[in-house]
């Protein structure tokens, strides 16, 4: 292939593994097996180097049939991108969707692509938490579900939701609510209660 914008194709080839974000608005790659392409930072999964092209523009790539990679929107200009705002979703979503299990930093960086000390930074930057705080979070937004919806005891609650210990549970939800779970519990089922009575004695 011909070189773009006096870059070759091993450089180009070089900056996509690398997910060089230097390379971003220099050229594109596309992905033959998905119809994809891409800016050279994008943190989606490495392809094979037989199954890729390479453009000098989106518009190339689109003439030739390619849609843009719906992760580093390709198809943006260039001062609208924000690679660090897909690293933050997705990280999010990561622990969303894995809360329950024993993760640590070091998974969800393996998994955005980037290391530990940045992800920490960037997240706690743009959140206000570090990924460990905000996978506390989620954990105990579900304890409150699950104490208020459900008969499981604080125990059951604390292993499904993720800890390791009914001890390390117990501090977590202390630190986020300044209630034991079973404080809580009480407090607002005695809210309920309250009311309900209310409401019935309106005559409604």
Known sequence: MKEISNIS???MWDATVACNPEYDGKFFYAIKTTGVFC???CRSKTPKYNN???FSNAVEAQKAG???CKRCRPDLKLINYDPIKSIIEDTKEMI???FWKNIHLNDMAAEVG???FHLNRIFRK????TPRMYLEKVRI?????LLLTTRLNNTEIGYQIGYQSISSFYNAFKRSTGLTPSQFQTKHLETAMYLSNLFHNQGH
């Open 141 to 145: 937004r579900k304890a409150k579900e």
């Open 52 to 54: 890729v092209s390479f």
């Open 66 to 68: 390619y849609r843009p």
């Open 114 to 116: 980037v290391s530990c």
């Open 96 to 98: 969303k969707n894995n």
């Open 126 to 129: 743009r959140t206000g938490y």
């Open 9 to 11: 194709k091993a450089i």
């Open 39 to 41: 800016r050279p930072s």
